[in-house]
Antibody, heavy 123, light 113 residues
Framework: EVQLLESGGDLVQPGGSLRLSCAAS????????MSWVRQAPGKGLEWVSS????????FYAGSVKGRFTISRDNSRSTLYLQMNSLIVDDTAIYYC????????????????WGRGTLVTVSS | DIVMTQSPDSLAVSLGERATINCKSS????????????LIWYQQKAGQPPKVLIY???TRESGVPDRFSGSGSGTDFTLTISSLQAEDVAVYYC?????????FGGGTKVEIK
């Protein structure tokens, strides 16, 4: 059974930093592109970042580029999101989500999601 | 960036009746080489993460009831629930994966009338 378990969410002051983790199990983690998607309280979904299987290629939303860094440790089946220079608008539930791998072609169809971890940025 | 616009923002439908949700993209999400529309529909129930209902605009995800269907091509798409059940109360989102950044519609909240 595929499982994604996020952790690391917390209350942090504006300008602060936080590192989120997503522990994956039930699938061959190293062969899937992974992403972070966030959802502000009572709001819609916003893609944050994606990372290729090897970790060599990374992609970011404009709203977080230069402040957030996505990374992965395939030996630990774990995805990370380092968040620096946090602002109030970063307050959200952060979900870890898995791309679909169709015969080696990777599609941003988020077929499995974790339950999310809450990040609150407030003074 | 491709902007995804959903309508309506919310709708209330009687049990057993049809619910129709629209999604419009600011540019075509149809890729010529494979003739696929890079459009997904998700369902998000309260307190849960989203769940894939439909991908490639009209392919139902395994295990999704056949009362859910997707249609459309290019820039205009529709999610239809043919006979609304109580368990379908949720917020529905469309998402394009034609290019980066990946973008979602604002969501449509479906309730029982």
């Amino acid at each position: 059974e595929v499982q994604l378990l996020e952790s690391g969410g917390d209350l942090v002051q504006p300008g602060g930093s936080l590192r989120l983790s997503c522990a994956a199990s039930g699938f061959n983690f190293g062969t899937y592109v992974m992403s972070w998607v966030r959802q502000a309280p009572g709001k819609g979904l916003e893609w944050v970042s994606s990372i290729a299987t090897s970790g060599d290629d990374t992609f970011y939303a404009g709203s977080v580029k230069g402040r957030f860094t996505i990374s992965r440790d395939n030996s630990r089946s774990t995805l990370y999101l380092q968040m620096n220079s946090l602002i109030v608008d970063d307050t959200a539930i952060y979900y870890c989500a898995k791309y679909r791998n169709d015969g080696g072609s990777h599609y941003a169809i988020f077929d499995y999601w974790g339950r999310g971890t809450l990040v609150t940025v407030s003074s | 960036d491709i902007v995804m616009t959903q309508s309506p923002d919310s709708l209330a439908v009687s049990l057993g009746e049809r619910a129709t949700i629209n999604c419009k993209s600011s540019q075509s999400v149809l890729k010529s080489p494979n003739k696929k529309n890079y459009l997904i529909w998700y369902q998000q129930k309260a307190g849960q993460p989203p769940k894939v209902l439909i991908y490639w605009a009209s392919t139902r995800e395994s295990g999704v009831p056949d009362r859910f269907s997707g249609s459309g091509s290019g820039t205009d798409f529709t999610l239809t629930i043919s006979s609304l059940q109580a368990e379908d109360v949720a917020v529905y989102y469309c998402q394009q994966h034609y290019n980066s950044p990946l973008t979602f519609g604002g969501g449509t909240k479906v309730e029982i009338k």
